[in-house]
């Protein structure tokens, strides 16, 4: 989708997985994509190429997340501790990092954010429910609760300030589905572009939450509460079922990664309690 929404467009965490995912899909959707993520991924990042900037920034440090948002009119904003662990990363990249990130945005009046939340924001909802954007967050991690405060700073600053943000709670943004529970949750990478450029371009956005899922027949979201964003997914994990099927060992319905929508999310980092772990 090659229309244009801003003229400079800032990406974090661009050497990251979906990063270099959407460098060159958004390369059509701005003038200038400027490309951010800590120094120690410089190399990873290699040189500019035409149409791109590379700025540097640790989101932890205000004063260089300010020089990387300098000048740009919008953000899609994929830098940060990006799994469950410790809580100090996540507490620097994730909470502190969102707030430099508001902050540099506020100054220097940037009017939209897409923020990539994810679906551990709500990973404690069963896989047997459906649930829409207005669901309270039930978040099964530290890292899903890093999420829900970067949901809950972008509305107070879009309430106080008017800056516009999509919270994009994405599933399993990845080549292709690798378990059963990512055919529910996949979002494959040209619908994870599609939703972007939706959340960038739709004229009104306001702070709005959207499940980032492809058009997949098991599914445990209901986006209807976003429509005004107009995201059509076109993928689907279906094409990839017999596949991971034939794969992956018949589920355990008593285990709470089988049970739960967050999976796996649900064992790393911090220990579960004897009553989730289970019954
Ligand atoms: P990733 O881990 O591959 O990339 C994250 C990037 O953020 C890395 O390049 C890393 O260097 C950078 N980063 C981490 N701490 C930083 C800091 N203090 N300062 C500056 N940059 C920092 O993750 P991926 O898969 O590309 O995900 C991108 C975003 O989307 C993340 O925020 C993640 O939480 C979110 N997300 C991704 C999903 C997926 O399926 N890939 C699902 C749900 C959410
Ligand atoms: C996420 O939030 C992670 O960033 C990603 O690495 C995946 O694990 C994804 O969720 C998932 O739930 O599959």
Not at 14 to 39: E, T
Not at 40 to 52: F, I, N, Q, V, Y
Request: charged share 20%; net charge neutral; proline share 5%.
């Amino acid at each position: 989708m090659a229309i244009k929404t801003h003229s400079t467009l800032l990406m974090t965490g661009a050497a990251g997985g979906l990063g270099a995912a959407m460098r060159s899909r958004l390369k059509q959707n701005c003038d200038v994509l400027r490309l951010s993520d800590r120094a120690a991924t410089r190399d990873t990042l290699g040189s500019a190429k035409p149409g791109e900037e590379i700025v540097l920034a640790d989101l932890a440090q205000a004063h260089e997340v300010e020089a990387a948002v300098q000048g740009c009119q919008a953000v899609v904003h994929f830098g940060g501790i990006s799994v469950e662990g410790p809580f100090e990363p996540i507490l620097q990249a994730n909470i502190l990092g969102m707030y430099n990130l508001y902050e540099a945005a506020r100054k220097h009046g940037v009017r939209r954010i897409v923020f990539a939340s994810s679906n551990h924001v709500t990973g404690f909802y069963r896989q047997s429910e459906t649930i829409t954007t207005s669901h309270p967050p039930r978040p099964d991690s530290l890292y899903g609760v890093s999420k829900a405060f970067g949901e809950d700073l972008s509305r107070m600053y879009f309430d106080r300030y008017g800056i516009e943000t999509a919270c994009v709670r994405i599933g399993s943004s990845f080549p292709e589905p690798k378990d059963r529970r990512m055919l529910a949750s996949w979002l494959s990478y040209d619908d994870l572009h599609r939703l972007i450029v939706a959340c960038l371009s739709t004229p009104v956005l306001g702070h709005s939450i959207v499940f980032g899922v492809s058009d997949n027949a098991v599914r445990w979201y209901d986006n209807s509460g976003a429509r005004h964003v107009g995201f059509v997914p076109q993928d689907s994990s279906d094409v990839f079922k017999e596949a991971v099927y034939a794969r992956t060992p018949e589920p355990d319905l008593n285990d709470p990664a089988v049970q739960y929508q967050g999976g796996g999310f649900l064992f790393s980092g911090i220990p579960m309690t004897a009553h989730k772990k289970g019954s």
